[in-house]
């Protein structure tokens, strides 16, 4: 492999995920997140891969069904998404809105997601060349980095939903975040392993409905107030 093909895996697998970082935080445009903290959460999604790889290789010493396998791997890479959320920005100054905690899974995401690209186009580039990689890259641009935004956006709402509630309602929502986040993670490697040629824009579209879904939810979350005060009696302000 030369230089110039290492240099275009890393930036194909790199500025996408960027390109996706940008537009997914303007919906916290209003308080935008410190870009140290959301560089800091990307790496993390990058360290969280280097992580979850050996896990995963574990895994599969231990467990020979296929399906059970990926549920298994996408656990693990929701967990370690988690981990670096928990470890990085949750107990930030700067996480003070329920929209904060999205936004931070949804870089961690899109860090792993990145280094996840690199891996995959540098094995392509490996197997059939230039040209097979740039296809690579596009499919993974449209279809698993999607995919890593919907599934961790998921545990970012379960605990921007309970961000004014106690502790164990924050539990409870993360923990219920991060199955939701496993099952559409899994469904979906299922989906493509299990697929035919046929069936790529079958697939992208319920990755694009999941899309949709995360925006409703974003919108959702700006709702998200303290429970109201007490209502003023105002029969005695006549």
């Known amino acids: 492999m030369t230089g110039t093909e290492f240099l275009y895996a890393l930036l194909a697998g790199v500025i996408p995920s960027m390109v996706w970082l940008f537009f997914w935080t303007r919906e916290d445009s209003d308080q935008p997140e410190p870009r140290a903290l959301l560089a800091a959460c990307f790496l993390g999604g990058m360290l969280a891969v280097l992580l979850a790889i050996p896990a995963e290789k574990y895994v599969a010493t231990l467990v020979s069904d296929q399906s059970y396998q990926y549920l298994f791997w996408a656990a693990i890479e929701e967990a370690f998404k988690l981990i670096a959320v928990l470890s990085i920005a949750f107990m930030s100054r700067w996480n003070d809105e ?3 905690a999205m936004i931070y899974f949804i870089a961690v995401a899109l860090g792993f997601a990145a280094l996840e690209n690199v891996l995959f186009i540098l094995g392509s580039v490996s197997d059939g060349g230039l040209a097979s990689s740039v296809v ?3 499919m993974r641009f449209f279809g698993a980095t999607l995919v890593h935004v919907v599934s961790s956006s998921l545990i970012g709402f379960g605990l921007g939903l309970t961000f004014f509630r106690g502790r ?4 409870i929502g993360g ?3 991060l199955a939701a986040a496993t099952a559409i993670h899994a469904a979906f490697n299922l989906t493509v392993v299990n697929s035919g040629p046929n069936d790529t824009l079958r697939i992208f579209a319920w ?3 999941g899309v949709v879904i995360v ?3 974003f919108e959702e979350i700006k709702a998200v107030r303290p429970a109201d005060a007490p209502a003023i009696n105002t029969s005695r302000l006549t």
């Open 136 to 138: 690579t890259a596009n």
């Open 207 to 209: 990755v694009w409905a």
């Open 168 to 171: 164990l309602a924050k539990v």
């Open 175 to 177: 923990l219920a975040g």
């Open 98 to 100: 329920p929209i904060d």
């Open 215 to 217: 925006i409703v939810l």
